[in-house]
């Protein structure tokens, strides 16, 4: 799936580079996330040793970095990494891809001077600004680099706001589990839901610019990453909320934000992933496996929560089975829906009221359907019988499509069974309406 698929014909660096490059770009986030959180929240909490553990992961940043851009290079030049050398320099200042490592290597270094010369809250400020403008020079280069500048500006602060929640978080439990004391949570606990606003706020706005129509959020790739996304931010908020409610010792804040690092790492995948694929050009009208996973399985995890439920799944919570089927039906309908629609021109997907209407009613349909499975059906039987329906539905659908992505299949098929599973072995404790 990291990989990206070759064309014949065409030149092609070689496979271990396609495969290397996402792990490094995984490796360089982490570690731009880790100091930029070790800048900004180790001095919020004055603790002493956030600036020698900043420097560390800043040096681990720019090797990380160095070999990230030869293999770029590699993969862009469709060469092998022992050819790519000799224009390393020239490429630094030549083009776009250049720039955009060149500026993260001069902030680097730059934030690497400041912190070994940081003695006052001035000299913290200004480390914590040139180590946020490391982190966002690669949306230059991202999905929305080349496509559109508002786009472009919002992936920046979108990566600044993850970085400062990602690093902030993991050093709160560095610092709970060094000093035993959890005092800086509160005040992480504020800046967190911030970040966690500017992050839905600018992921709304970049896939509004990127993905144009409803097909493209339930029949592409990169539209099923971006539900899918929206799908973890969703648990990140919820399990964020239970970790405030119910924090009484470093313990607990230890195993809530282990899970938290979990969900967390799946998303940063997904990014990487949304990187190579690139947006769209055209939506097909076909669903993406990965996009029904994420609305029928995967949001009503989230939804089910809610406080409100209609006095029928009370009455239906002893019928898990029937639920279960009525979902793997809608799921069917729903890809011979889209399948059966006819075609539609570039004009008509833009200005036809069917390009907006269909979409929306197969994931409102999938929704309610996955709403009433979440708050409703537990048990393994019932959890066998969805397992089954749900692979045999999505494998049927995906024989019947044009060119079907067995990748992508299977990994909605993994993803699905994962959230079957985690409400298997859950006995359901409904509130009875009206008492």
Known sequence: MLAATGLPGLPQAPAWVEWALPLTRFARDVASMLTLGLVVVGFMATWGRARVWAMTWSGLWLAVLCVQYLLTLADVRAQGLADV???????LTGDAIGWSFSLQAVAVLLALVLLAAWRTRSGSIATAVVVALGCAAPAAISHAGHSHLAASISIAIHIVAVSLWVGGLATVLVIAVTTRSTTALPRFSTMALWCVVIVAETGLLNASLLLPTPWSFLGTEYGALVLAKAVLLGLLVRWGWRQRQSLGSTSSLARFSGLEFIIMGSAIAASIVLARLGPPVLAPRSLNPLAVAALALGAPLLLSRLPWRPRVITRLAALPEVVVIVLVMVVALAFIVSNAAAPLTVKQIFLSPASVLIPM??????????????????????????????VLVVTVAQMR???????????????????????????????????
Do not use: F, Q
Not at 85 to 91: Q, R, S
Not at 361 to 389: D, E, F, K, N
């Open 401 to 435: 499509a044009g060119v079907p992505d067995w990748r992508w299949t299977w990994v909605a098929v993994l993803i699905g069974i994962g959230c079957i599973l985690t409400t298997a072995p859950i006995r359901s404790r409904l509130p009875v309406m009206g008492r």
């Open 85 to 91: 050398t000799a224009g390393v320099l020239p490429t």
């Open 361 to 390: 009613l197969v994931a409102l349909a999938l929704l309610a359907a996955g709403w009433l499975w979440a708050c409703t059906s537990r048990g393994w039987p019932a959890a066998g019988i969805a397992v089954a329906g749900w």
